[in-house]
């Protein structure tokens, strides 16, 4: 089946405990993405990766960390997490060229 | 500005009609595409449909059209036949082929309940 999968789904954590969320897809997607959702802002793109050791930022990469070592891994890392990034993050990836973007299940990260 | 904007915070409607969801969009840029997004209560974001603007014709998939009005600068999402698991929120959501970052531009939701 054809999906994006991401780990943990749900994570409670403390201040300054450093984290990563993985994200794998097997759609040989060459393109993949980070958001997160907050009430009242939508989401917003933290980074994004055309490919395989080519990341950049998006809107709101501030504390926030990403790789991309292999095709279908795209991870996520906070390296001090704070209260301010207690949010729902969603993965998504796509084909680059075209536009559609499939989305993983989400991880809700509380940061107390 | 590159926007979407979903005028509706929440809609209902009664089983088995239809029901339009808006969308309308404002970009300056001339190849995008718009799409559609489902988020139920637990919180996966599933896609629905998808209209390129260089598409003529309007898109369809299963249950799902989207009313594609170019010159207006609308991406309205019709549900015919609307059943129960429907209720959720949907975004619309732009992306811009001229951007590099391949980033997604949504609007801030429509949520819509069902009636039996």
């Known amino acids: 089946e054809a999906q994006v999968t991401q780990n943990p789904r749900y994570l409670i954590t403390v201040t300054g405990k450093k984290l990563t969320v993985t994200c794998s897809q097997n759609m040989n997607h060459e393109y993949m993405s980070w958001y997160r959702q907050d009430p009242g802002l939508g989401l917003r793109q933290i980074y994004y990766s055309m490919n395989v050791e080519v990341t950049d930022k998006g809107d709101v990469p501030e504390g926030y960390k990403v790789s991309r070592k292999e095709k279908r891994n795209f991870p996520l890392i906070l390296e001090s997490p704070s209260p301010n990034q207690t949010s729902l993050y969603f993965c998504a990836s796509g084909l680059a060229g075209q536009e559609t973007q499939y989305f993983g299940p989400g991880t809700r990260l509380l940061v107390l | 500005a590159q926007k979407i904007t979903q005028t509706q915070p929440g809609m209902f409607v009664q089983e088995k009609e239809a029901v339009t969801l808006d969308c309308t969009y404002d970009?300056?840029?001339?190849?995008?595409?718009l799409f559609w997004y489902k988020q139920p209560s637990s919180g996966e974001m599933i896609f629905l449909i998808y209209q390129g603007s260089y598409d003529e014709q309007n898109a369809t998939e299963g249950r799902y059209s989207l009313n594609f009005q170019k010159a207006r600068k609308s991406a309205n999402l019709v549900i015919s036949a609307s059943q129960l698991g429907d209720s959720a929120m949907y975004f619309c959501?732009?992306?811009?082929?001229?951007?590099?970052?391949?980033?997604?531009?949504f609007g801030q939701g429509t949520t819509l309940q069902v009636k039996p």
């Open positions: 959501a732009m992306s811009l082929l001229s951007s590099n970052t391949g980033k997604l531009i």
């Open positions: 970009t300056s840029d001339q190849s995008y595409g």
